[in-house]
């Protein structure tokens, strides 16, 4: 098993059909982890986000994608919380 990082639009927009493929045959797809989606929500996200790849070492196409969001909040105690989503 190889895990790449997605980490620009670019390589984003260059796995859509890879990621269309994942995404119908998987039963529990849902509309927020749709390429179309997360195309118009990525972009307006800037640097908080990265996508895990992956697929077997000997294949070019990945078989799964996890899509992280990170983001820094300050808490009521006006201390930073670091977010994974």
Avoid: C
Wanted: hydrophobic share 45%; aromatic share 16%.
């Amino acid at each position: 098993m190889k895990v790449d990082v997605i980490d620009t639009y670019a390589e984003f927009e260059s796995v859509r059909a890879n990621w269309n493929s994942v995404y119908t045959a998987d039963p529990d797809a849902n509309a927020f982890l749709s390429w179309d989606w997360l195309s118009k929500w990525l972009p307006e996200d800037n640097d908080h986000w990265l996508i895990l790849a992956a697929r077997s070492s000997q294949a070019k196409e990945y078989v799964g994608f996890f899509p992280m969001r990170f983001n820094t909040r300050l808490a009521q105690s006006g201390e930073p919380v670091s977010e994974i989503a």
